[in-house]
């Protein structure tokens, strides 16, 4: 029977039940039918896989059309269902590429995981120096205000006596210590202040980490979520497609494949469970970066 690409076309229209413009594979076989040639389970399988690029479970016209016009001229059964087995190898070894894939996404996942637990950790020994130097400095006020006191005494014995001299050097005594208890002042408000920005920053830091943190897990697992039951689903349609024709050589080159499939897999596997407990190292890291914060707000107030 000759075929021309109108009869192509208008037949792919005709089995277009719902006139989607695209076409399922029991919709398939009775075009095929129409056109006088009957698939078998397995070959209906091969067709659909050399015709369904990406996994859809349905073919539009255009690749109908040009399968047939290109792969089948000859027939000899559609040309072997245009060479089924060769799709399948291509099949698995796109198979092989996503988990290879999805292990190096999750290789850039655990190092920046690694280099946020650095930066906190980086953070706290900023935070417990930053309350060693706030420390110092209120024992060096204590130090000055006792040395005032002091000197306060002193004037005020003075005083007692009545001597002009005195009164002048209380005065000095008495703008020293003012100008002193405004350079305290102003030494307490700048640390309060440091500290206060760096809770804020701290704080801001934290949350942007979690969200992303959040959203990017939320991602990753939805995208590998749907690539496993994607790789299922090819894997079952693969089983199915399993036939003599074959060739030996063929078949080791599919398992090779399968096996390195398998192995990215099983890194994907152990870098999950890696990644979760990076996590968990992170958390800690931040509450240890939390405390040290609380540490150096008490230091302020004591």
Not at 244 to 268: P, S, V
């Given at each position: 029977?000759?075929?021309t690409?109108?009869?192509?076309?208008?037949?792919?229209?005709?089995?277009?039940?719902?006139?989607s413009?695209?076409?399922?594979?029991?919709?398939?076989?009775?075009?095929?039918?129409?056109?006088?040639?009957?698939?078998?389970g397995s070959?209906?399988?091969?067709?659909?896989?050399?015709?369904?690029?990406?996994?859809?479970?349905?073919i539009?016209?255009?690749?109908?059309?040009?399968?047939?016009?290109?792969?089948?001229?000859?027939?000899?059964?559609?040309?072997?269902?245009a060479?089924?087995?060769?799709?399948?190898?291509?099949?698995?070894?796109?198979?092989?590429?996503?988990?290879?894939?999805?292990?190096?996404?999750?290789?850039?996942?655990?190092?920046?995981?690694?280099?946020?637990?650095?930066?906190?950790?980086?953070?706290?020994?900023?935070?417990?120096?930053?309350?060693?130097?706030?420390?110092?400095?209120?024992?060096?006020?204590?130090?000055?205000?006792?040395?005032?006191?002091?000197?306060q005494?002193?004037?005020?014995?003075?005083?007692?006596?009545?001597?002009?001299?005195?009164?002048?050097?209380?005065?000095?005594?008495?703008?020293?210590?003012?100008?002193?208890g405004?350079e305290?002042?102003?030494?307490?408000?700048?640390?309060?202040?440091?500290?206060?920005?760096?809770?804020?920053?701290?704080?801001?830091?934290?949350?942007q980490?979690?969200?992303?943190y959040?959203?990017?897990?939320?991602?990753?697992?939805?995208?590998?979520?749907?690539?496993?039951?994607?790789?299922?689903?090819?894997r079952k349609?693969?089983?199915?497609?399993?036939?003599?024709?074959?060739?030996?050589?063929?078949?080791q080159?599919?398992?090779?494949?399968?096996?390195?499939?398998?192995?990215?897999?099983a890194?994907?596997?152990?870098?999950?469970?890696?990644?979760?407990?990076?996590?968990?190292?992170?958390?800690?890291?931040?509450?240890?970066?939390?405390k040290?914060?609380?540490?150096?707000?008490?230091?302020?107030?004591?």
């Amino acid at each position: 029977m000759s075929v021309t690409q109108a009869d192509l076309e208008s037949g792919f229209d005709k089995f277009d039940k719902d006139a989607s413009g695209k076409m399922d594979s029991n919709e398939l076989a009775a075009l095929c039918a129409n056109f006088n040639v009957t698939l078998s389970g397995s070959e209906l399988n091969d067709a659909m896989s050399a015709l369904d690029s990406n996994g859809s479970g349905k073919i539009d016209k255009s690749e109908f059309v040009e399968w047939w016009s290109s792969g089948v001229k000859g027939n000899q059964k559609l040309a072997t269902v245009a060479k089924g087995g060769k799709n399948e190898m291509l099949a698995a070894k796109r198979e092989r590429q996503r988990a290879e894939g999805d292990v190096q996404l999750l290789m850039n996942r655990l190092k920046h995981l690694k280099m946020e637990e650095e930066r906190a950790r980086k953070k706290i020994e900023e935070t417990n120096g930053r309350a060693g130097e706030i420390s110092s400095l209120k024992k060096r006020n204590a130090e000055k205000r006792a040395e005032m006191d002091a000197i306060q005494k002193e004037n005020d014995d003075m005083r007692m006596g009545g001597s002009t001299q005195n009164l002048e050097r209380s005065k000095r005594d008495r703008q020293a210590r003012q100008r002193s208890g405004e350079e305290m002042l102003r030494e307490k408000r700048n640390a309060a202040k440091q500290l206060k920005d760096g809770r804020t920053n701290n704080e801001n830091a934290l949350r942007q980490q979690k969200n992303a943190y959040q959203a990017a897990n939320g991602a990753m697992r939805d995208q590998i979520r749907g690539r496993r039951l994607e790789v299922q689903a090819q894997r079952k349609a693969q089983q199915d497609a399993h036939e003599a024709h074959l060739a030996r050589q063929k078949q080791q080159q599919l398992e090779q494949e399968r096996y390195a499939t398998d192995a990215a897999n099983a890194a994907i596997k152990a870098m999950e469970a890696e990644e979760e407990r990076l996590i968990e190292k992170l958390r800690a890291t931040q509450d240890k970066q939390r405390k040290a914060y609380e540490g150096l707000e008490k230091a302020l107030k004591e």
